[in-house]
């Protein structure tokens, strides 16, 4: 799920039949309590404004959850995506969810306006085909490893925890010699196979996970899917570029599917070098405490020492640390573990490290000892954006050489050389 407080902005074009996309944008906001806002734009000089805000109301009142907060809007205007963009700005939303009308073809999605929507917006931005859709009971996630993708999963699994639906996280693996038994082509297979697993045990979620070798993308991904109700996937990094969606592989895929079908795109986030969070003064080599509770707090004392946030926050921090933790091991494999935290208010992602020379038992199912423990605190506000800082960590740690070199290091400077690399 989006891993901030949702404030989504959801354009109604029908106010009497809209329920569907409500009913979806009210889900992905109910587990951190987030925030709808329902828009039409009425482009006729006369119109019942009343009448249409009843409409909103009514679909609001029975298609959202409990615990969502939603206000209705009625704009009057011909220009209906300057009116929507004034409207994301003065409500201050993160997130736009469209419903797509028309059929997916090249033309048709050249010719929308949900283009200039999402051309010079920097927000995440949902887009939902309905074909049909009824009872959910089985979820496709095609996923490239990617921010898009990333997001996709998360809004994926928030939908299956409501609907007790079935998730399945599907990559595929190219391979145009059309021999899966090549050993490197195998070699490929496991290496996307352990990295997903990985993205989804930094996500937290829980999830099949299937490797498909596959001479082109598209025709296996519509084949696999024929047997789900709902298809989430990213969209192409090029989204954002001239033809945004047109012509990209999840708008072939998306083409060619019978089922309902909704994209996601991940607002843009500048990369987060590792060297800028963990620098020298935070830094700690021969860390050696007794348990992963007390690396944990003695990982966030790091951060008051150095003046990373007062310690009148240290408790509020603490148990939030404390929390996540409970909820799985952050261990991730070898030999690292990546204790993180959401913060209300903090103005960036900050973070400690600590090398154990002696290792460390992270209470983690493997039972493999943790020398390397990367503590990141992110602001609640945009969460998600750590995600990538993971990813680099986990790069790395991958290289039996890089966690050699880090277990060796004398001094931070050292620490810091090879984060840079």
């Not at 595929?172 to 070699?187: F, W």
Request: glycine residues 4%; hydrophobic residues 40%.
């Amino acid at each position: 799920m989006p891993s901030t407080n949702p404030n989504i902005l959801v354009p109604v074009e029908d106010p009497k039949n809209d329920n569907i996309i409500v009913e979806l944008a009210s889900i992905i906001a109910s587990p951190l309590q987030g925030e709808l806002h329902l828009i039409h734009v009425a482009q006729k000089e006369r119109f019942d404004k009343q009448a249409i805000l009843n409409d909103l109301s009514f679909i609001a009142d029975n298609s959202t959850q409990n615990n969502v907060k939603t206000s209705v809007h009625v704009g009057n205007s011909v220009d209906i995506v300057t009116e929507i963009q004034s409207h994301i700005k003065e409500l201050s939303c993160n997130m736009i969810f469209m419903a797509w009308r028309a059929e997916i073809n090249s033309i048709s999605i050249l010719a929308s306006k949900n283009l200039s929507l999402t051309k010079d917006l920097n927000l995440d931005t949902l887009i939902f085909k309905e074909r049909n859709l009824k009872k959910v009971k089985r979820i496709l996630v095609p996923t490239g490893g990617g921010p898009h993708s990333i997001l996709g999963i998360q809004i994926a699994y928030d939908l299956a925890q409501k609907w007790g639906a079935e998730i399945a996280i599907l990559r595929i693996a190219r391979n145009l010699n059309v021999d899966n038994l090549d050993p490197i082509h195998k070699r490929y297979c496991k290496q996307l196979l352990e990295d997903t697993k990985v993205q989804l045990d930094l996500l937290n979620i829980s999830a099949a996970v299937h490797i498909k070798s596959a001479k082109h993308v598209v025709p296996a991904v519509t084949e696999y899917a024929k047997d789900f109700d709902l298809v989430v996937m990213g969209a192409s990094n090029d989204w954002r570029q001239e033809e945004h969606l047109s012509g990209s592989i999840p708008d072939k895929i998306a083409s060619g599917l019978e089922c309902s079908t909704l994209m996601a795109r991940s607002a843009s986030t500048a990369e987060t070098k590792l060297s800028k969070v963990f620098w020298e003064q935070m830094i700690r080599l021969n860390f050696r405490p007794k348990n992963k509770w007390e690396a944990i707090e003695q990982m966030i004392d790091v951060l008051i020492e150095e003046e990373q946030f007062p310690t009148e926050k240290r408790e509020m921090v603490l148990n939030a640390a404390n929390k996540r933790e409970r909820q799985a091991s952050t261990a991730l494999g070898y030999q690292t573990a990546i204790p993180h935290a959401p913060i209300e208010n903090l103005p960036g992602i900050i973070g400690s490290l600590g090398i154990c020379p002696d290792g460390l038992d992270f209470e983690n199912p493997t039972g493999e000892k943790i020398h390397f423990i990367f503590l990141l605190l992110t602001p609640r506000e945009n969460y998600r954006n750590y995600i990538p800082l993971l990813a680099q960590i986990a790069n790395l740690v991958r290289a039996t050489s890089f966690r050699s070199a880090l277990l060796a290091s004398q001094t931070p400077s050292e620490v810091t050389h090879l984060l840079k690399t």
